[in-house]
């Protein structure tokens, strides 16, 4: 009878192993690379930014600094860049493509990386993602406790690397908002121009490091 | 012999005014008879709530062509469209549903794009915005929040 009870023991025991290893394969499929990519990045973030060693006064420069680089090595400013600028992009020299970049980058940095400092414990959701050989998007929820924001993040493979080429916030695409703002400008006046008002913008932008 | 040149006449009247008729149901209807020369494109998004076929696709507020059919891939809302030939669109053309005013018609604006290579003709644009959905914002602003 003992004897029994002990085999009946053992098959609920391997059966429970093999039903999680499964069930952790499953998982590990439903999650898929640009989704990990993301969830890396964005879990490193959110460790620096609760980090309370860095959030003393004398290291918030090397906070900033530790942020602006770990997001550079997910975002493509240069793809955000040439996708921003559309048809102009082709009409310019890869040196005025290089410095376009560069304005771009200051300006993206600078309008959001204050958001990211604020951050307060906000929860982020992954919840489903779309793959299309080189090309995915991840969607994501931020939630604050008091509403719930939908941002999408839309990658493409550059040697096996999942980067983020274009963001989509509540059905609203950054891309399209700058190319929109850069036809406007270029409608109206010279490439140099658009670039001398980025380079003013990214000037102006005052992203004071919250306390 | 008289009646018969009357009867011609009027056999002539009654087919100019079918034909007539026709030319009106096909413009009113929207419809494509001769189709052959547009080119088809197709678009992927979220939801396209309010879109109708028949509607127009345009660029910078030009249109240059119609939506002929809108199906399910999945989850998401597969938009096909034609689109005049000459127009150009590229792998980085983004597809955005816009509303004509605060309450008005759904109709789908593209960017053409320019920085990627040349989109074929039966393409899919891969970039889409299937833009704020007003009823959910306002829905939330006077129910508010669960939380």
Redesign the interface.
Known sequence: MRRRQTALWAVILVGGMVGGALLGAAATAWAGLPTEAIRTTIDAVIRIVDDPALKKPDRKEERRKLLEDLIGQRFNYAEMA??S??????KRSPEEQKEFTANFQSLMVKTYIGRIEAYAGEKVLYLKELN?GE?AETYTHVDN???VIDINY?LRKVSEDWRVY?V?V????L??NY??QFKRILQKDSFAELSKQLREKSANIKSPIPE | MKDTKLELIVGVFVLVGIAALTYMAVKLGKLEVIGGDQVEIRAEFDSVAGLKSGATVEIAGVQVGQVTAIGLNGERALVSFTVTPGVMLYEDAIASIKTRGLIGDKYVSLSPGGALDALPPGGKIRETESGIDFEKAISEFIHGNVK
Request: aromatic fraction near 8%; glycine fraction near 12%; charge should be neutral.
């Open positions: 040439k996708r600028l559309g048809a102009e992009w082709a299309d090309y406790g008091k509403s839309r274009d989509v509540e059905g609203t695409s891309v399209q190319r929109e």
